[in-house]
């Protein structure tokens, strides 16, 4: 009973979370670059700061419930220590690695950087001065956002390759590992650090950021297949 709650939970938080990631990302994003000032100042002081509040929520029940999932299982199994090596967690484990980035970039990034925006559309509509700061945190929200739409695309496919289609639980893990965490940090470097101007045009674009996304995939799925034995 307690595995089928919180998977329940793992997964009406998830849509909740990606689902509005998705919004953010394609459907607010292009309407208020086409917006007048007025309408965009509304949106940013009324319309943003809920939907980044069901936003944030979805983004922990979705950590949370999906730490506590993984947890339980290999604290439960036979295998012991084994566990971790096993095909069900090499795969659960490498959706779980993006999963936990695009968590940490919520809490720690998209949030804080979107209330100095929110905040300054906010000081504007009441007379006051524009915190110089509020565009440098738009960009930063942006491309850490963006960067959460590629990790996603990964990320739910072996979350769901967990239970249906699994990485090979063989072969040479710590190379395995070496080279996911090496394209994840790549791209959180890059989303972290990256300014006007910066090799950043792909994913700007929405076409762009899918395609990333499904080639970080392939990327990554082509590294399992040459490090964990078929």
Known sequence: ?????????????????????????????????????????????????????????????????????????????????????????TTILTGGLFGTLMFLNVVLVIWPKQQIVILSAKTVASGGMANAAAPAAARRAFLVSRTNVVFSIPML?????????????????????????????????????ATAGATTKPIEKIPGVIVTGFIVWAVVYGIARAFLSP
């Open 1 to 89: 009973m307690a595995d089928f709650v919180l998977r329940w939970l793992h997964y009406l938080g998830g849509i909740t979370w990606i689902g509005l990631l998705y919004y953010f990302n394609f459907v607010q994003g292009p309407f208020m670059a086409e917006a007048d000032p007025a309408t965009k100042s509304a949106v940013t002081q009324k319309l943003l700061p809920r939907a980044l509040r069901w936003f944030r929520g979805g983004a922990l029940v979705t950590f949370i419930t999906g730490l506590s999932i993984v947890g339980k299982r290999l604290g439960e199994s036979p295998l012991g220590g084994a566990a971790w090596t096993s095909p069900w967690a």
């Open 157 to 193: 496919f072996f979350m769901g390759a967990a239970s249906h289609f699994t990485l090979p639980g063989a072969g040479n893990h710590a190379a395995y590992w070496a080279g996911v965490f090496l394209v994840a940090a790549l791209l959180q470097v890059n989303a972290l650090t």
